[in-house]
């Protein structure tokens, strides 16, 4: 009896690009979200831009004569997934920031491919292979030597930012494998605007009950951050996103986002002067060598 070896999922090239844009996209946020903090408080800015995001992208949707109609049957696995995907990730990362430098927050982003992986494995029966788990194990590397260097004091201090990291890592993850195991089977443009728009919308409210965000407190730069976080990371990213997901297998869209943290470092140095010397320079070499 001849036994035919499984076949590797195919990797999409085009897939691999909308992958690109997603970490560049979203590593430059880090820096951008931290400066933002200096001016709005972190629920109101990040759950208002992307409220706005989703209106906007329901426009273009209808523009592209894309249905946003959502079939009954994925209302309930809607609403779940865009609270895992983007109101924990909005509201946890945004508090995180407020202990975090935008590196630390950047590269504590890489924990998010090894919640993947590991209920990839039971949920969608993705093998977790000895390179993959390798691969895992270098990028989660990075965060100890980043986070690692810093004294017992300095460690306890940013704990709760850590925490919050983390928990939205661990949510992303979930997110992440939930919507490959119930595929949600509508147009990207109008999927990114239903799961913004359910996400961020609870996050918004909680944000204008208890931070009462002015208006007249943003300067230009607060206002060219909120554009950005609005009309990049909601809009263009997170449309990457899911067409990225929908072309490549679970972990292996994840383990590509490991260049977020590259990019939200390196981007942290030039925009905020953060600190990047060899300690920050060995992190990024880790995490590439996961990528």
């Not at 997603?22 to 759950?47: A, D, Q, V």
């Not at 590196?103 to 924990?111: F, G, M, N, Q, T």
């Not at 925490?163 to 992303?172: H, N, Q, T």
């Not at 449309?239 to 297998?249: G, I, N, S």
Request: charged fraction near 10%.
């Amino acid at each position: 009896m001849t036994v035919v070896p499984k076949r590797l999922p195919r990797i999409s090239p085009l897939g691999l690009g909308f992958l690109a844009v997603t970490s560049i996209g979203w590593g430059l946020n880090f820096p951008i979200m931290k400066h933002l903090l200096t001016e709005w408080p972190p629920l109101s800015s990040r759950g208002l831009s992307g409220i706005v995001g989703a209106a906007a992208l329901a426009l273009v949707a209808v523009l592209q004569r894309q249905s946003l109609a959502v079939p009954r049957d994925m209302r309930l696995r809607l609403v779940l997934v865009s609270g895992l995907t983007i109101s924990s990730w909005v509201a946890f990362m945004g508090l995180a920031l407020l202990w975090l430098d935008a590196r630390e927050a950047a590269v504590l982003a890489i924990s998010v491919p090894v919640w993947v992986a590991l209920l990839a494995w039971p949920v969608l029966g993705e093998r977790l292979s000895p390179w993959r788990a390798v691969a895992l194990a270098v990028a989660l590397g990075g965060i100890f030597i980043l986070i690692g260097g810093n004294s017992m004091e300095a460690s306890i201090g940013k704990l709760p930012g850590l925490l919050m990291a983390l928990a939205g890592a661990v949510c992303v993850g979930l997110g992440t494998v939930l919507t490959k195991h119930f595929p949600l089977q509508m147009p990207p443009t109008s999927l990114a605007a239903w799961q913004i728009g359910i996400g961020c919308l609870p996050v918004g409210l909680v944000g204008l009950a208890i931070e009462r965000p002015q208006l007249a407190a943003l300067s230009a730069t607060g206002w060219a951050s909120m554009t950005y976080l609005t009309l990049i990371q909601f809009c263009l990213c997170y449309v990457c996103w899911f067409v990225a997901l929908e072309r490549l297998p679970a972990a292996t869209a994840s383990i590509g986002t490991l260049l977020v943290p590259v990019v939200g470092v390196l981007s942290a140095a030039a925009m905020l002067h953060e600190p990047f010397g060899l300690r920050e320079l060995a992190a990024l070499t880790v995490a590439l060598g996961g990528v």
